[in-house]
């Protein structure tokens, strides 16, 4: 019967996930359809701008956020954030039937969903393993995955066939409408806090010490910090890839439809849910101890071919179309590969007392320099060629994982006894 409570309550988790995930892919697909179809040429620039606002705040929160997490009741963290989400896009919806919506507004909203999903995040990834038992990890991990991507995959999809028949106020609408839902979900999620704070205590800690206990357990595991190292620079590198230049592409160089555009993105989607699919049936596939460096090498030579239609100045067809979608596959494959065996990793190894305050501090570091880099391609796109984002981001990676001692050896051998936690009572 225990076991069944934790079930039930990580499928009302899901759920929950499920609802407010799949709005918020339609709504990233149409708040960029939207920004691109603007008039002017600045609409890189918005795109990029978009993106530092949507990182910039849950990167400087991200301790902050963990720290709060850990000390209060996960449960209404994560139905007090999907309510100010929901609030949020809804007033954007207003605004945008009112003919008012200008991008000031949309920076705006964007900062304040940039803190509400990073809370919720933390507050997920730090719940799951309270409710479930060390075996069920990797299936949990695995199913939170797949949700995530199942989602992004459907709400791409639909996000184009929506905007294309029925325009982006909708679509904003049904986004606002879908936290408030999540919302509904999880608060039928039976949970009681394992650590809780009396109110003295909660006053006692502050943050700065927060910051100094998750450091003083981060200095005895270097592993851990090569790790957050590496996943900073491949984000730098990569995210700005997918979050502006793709997109910036495909609409200006290959003027694309929305639905066409829909399933490009959605591709990434579709090969990360079936190799979620198979990864969970099949764990042994993602235990070895290189694949953290099989899969960091395959998303990078897949992002890398992608650029090539831009290289030989190909026009869209149907087999470019395909192409595109094809390689992005081929990326959310080995991408689910690599996020399931480090958040497996994370989940096993991070004390209990801390999850919060790690998953803040990770989220910090590994997105920290995503903003500086939105900003950088953000003056840039336009005035040089975009294949060289693609190939400069492509071989800076490669130079990183095959030439820099301590990442080549971490990412080869995850599994290592170097690699066994360092618990801070000593």
Same mark, same amino acid.
């Given at each position: 019967?225990?076991?069944?409570?934790?079930?039930?309550?990580?499928?009302?988790?899901?759920?929950?996930?499920?609802?407010?995930?799949?709005?918020?892919?339609?709504?990233?697909?149409?708040?960029?359809?939207?920004?691109?179809?603007?008039?002017?040429?600045?609409?890189?620039?918005?795109?990029?701008?978009?993106?530092?606002?949507?990182?910039?705040?849950?990167?400087?929160?991200?301790?902050?956020?963990?720290?709060?997490?850990?000390?209060?009741? +996960?449960?209404?963290?994560?139905?007090?954030?999907?309510?100010?989400?929901?609030?949020?896009?809804?007033?954007?919806?207003?605004?945008?039937?009112? =003919?008012?919506?200008?991008?000031?507004?949309?920076?705006?909203?964007?900062?304040?969903?940039?803190?509400?999903?990073?809370?919720?995040?933390?507050?997920?990834?730090?719940?799951?393993?309270?409710?479930?038992?060390?075996?069920?990890?990797?299936?949990?991990?695995?199913?939170?995955?797949?949700?995530?991507?199942?989602?992004?995959? &459907?709400?791409?999809?639909?996000?184009?066939?929506?905007?294309?028949?029925?325009?982006?106020?909708?679509? !904003?609408?049904?986004?606002?409408?879908?936290?408030?839902?999540?919302?509904?979900?999880?608060?039928?999620?039976?949970?009681?806090?394992?650590?809780?704070?009396?109110?003295?205590? #909660?006053?006692?800690?502050?943050?700065? =010490?927060?910051?100094?206990?998750?450091?003083?357990?981060?200095?005895?595991?270097?592993?851990?910090?090569?790790?957050?190292?590496?996943?900073? !620079?491949?984000?730098?590198?990569?995210?700005?890839?997918?979050?502006?230049?793709?997109?910036?592409?495909?609409?200006?160089?290959?003027?694309?439809?929305?639905?066409?555009?829909?399933?490009?993105?959605?591709? !990434?989607?579709?090969?990360?849910?079936?190799?979620?699919?198979?990864?969970? #049936?099949?764990?042994?596939?993602?235990? @070895?101890?290189?694949?953290?460096?099989?899969?960091?090498?395959?998303?990078?030579?897949?992002?890398?071919?992608?650029?090539?239609?831009?290289?030989?100045?190909?026009?869209?067809?149907?087999?470019?179309?395909?192409?595109?979608?094809?390689?992005?596959?081929?990326?959310?494959?080995?991408?689910?590969?690599?996020?399931?065996?480090?958040?497996?990793?994370?989940?096993?190894?991070?004390?209990?007392? &801390?999850?919060? +305050? !790690?998953?803040?501090?990770?989220?910090?570091?590994?997105?920290?320099?995503?903003?500086?880099?939105?900003?950088?391609?953000?003056?840039?796109?336009?005035?040089?060629?975009?294949?060289?984002?693609?190939?400069?981001?492509?071989?800076?990676?490669? @130079?990183?994982?095959?030439?820099?001692?301590?990442?080549?050896?971490?990412? +080869?051998? &995850?599994? @290592?006894?170097?690699?066994?936690?360092?618990?801070?009572? =000593?």
């Amino acid at each position: 019967m225990k076991n069944f409570i934790k079930n039930k309550n990580f499928t009302f988790i899901l759920g929950g996930k499920l609802i407010s995930l799949l709005g918020n892919a339609v709504y990233q697909i149409s708040l960029t359809w939207y920004i691109l179809s603007l008039p002017g040429s600045n609409n890189g620039k918005i795109l990029s701008w978009v993106m530092v606002f949507g990182l910039a705040p849950a990167v400087v929160s991200g301790t902050m956020l963990g720290g709060f997490v850990d000390r209060y009741n +996960k449960k209404k963290i994560m139905i007090y954030a999907d309510i100010l989400s929901g609030s949020t896009v809804l007033l954007l919806t207003y605004l945008l039937f009112n =003919q008012l919506l200008t991008p000031i507004h949309i920076l705006l909203a964007t900062c304040v969903l940039s803190i509400s999903t990073a809370t919720l995040s933390i507050a997920v990834r730090s719940m799951i393993p309270e409710i479930l038992n060390f075996e069920e990890l990797q299936w949990a991990t695995s199913s939170n995955l797949l949700v995530e991507r199942f989602t992004n995959l &459907l709400g791409m999809i639909f996000g184009g066939i929506l905007v294309s028949l029925l325009g982006v106020p909708f679509v !904003f609408l049904l986004n606002g409408m879908s936290f408030l839902f999540s919302a509904l979900f999880e608060s039928f999620i039976h949970y009681e806090c394992a650590n809780r704070f009396d109110e003295n205590q #909660k006053q006692k800690f502050s943050y700065i =010490q927060d910051f100094r206990e998750i450091s003083a357990y981060l200095s005895k595991n270097i592993h851990l910090v090569t790790l957050l190292f590496l996943f900073t !620079f491949v984000n730098f590198l990569w995210d700005p890839l997918f979050a502006i230049v793709t997109p910036y592409v495909l609409k200006t160089d290959f003027d694309i439809t929305p639905l066409q555009f829909g399933i490009i993105e959605g591709g !990434f989607g579709m090969g990360f849910c079936i190799a979620t699919l198979c990864f969970s #049936k099949y764990p042994k596939l993602i235990a @070895g101890k290189r694949i953290i460096f099989f899969s960091i090498f395959s998303i990078n030579t897949a992002i890398f071919l992608f650029s090539a239609p831009l290289l030989l100045s190909l026009t869209v067809t149907t087999y470019t179309f395909f192409y595109f979608a094809i390689m992005l596959m081929i990326t959310g494959v080995f991408s689910a590969a690599l996020n399931i065996r480090v958040a497996t990793y994370f989940q096993e190894m991070i004390p209990e007392s &801390l999850r919060g +305050k !790690f998953h803040g501090i990770s989220t910090s570091l590994s997105l920290g320099l995503i903003p500086l880099a939105g900003i950088i391609i953000g003056n840039l796109i336009g005035k040089i060629p975009s294949s060289a984002f693609f190939i400069t981001s492509c071989l800076l990676v490669y @130079g990183l994982i095959f030439f820099v001692p301590s990442i080549s050896r971490i990412t +080869k051998d &995850l599994q @290592g006894e170097e690699l066994s936690p360092v618990s801070l009572k =000593q």
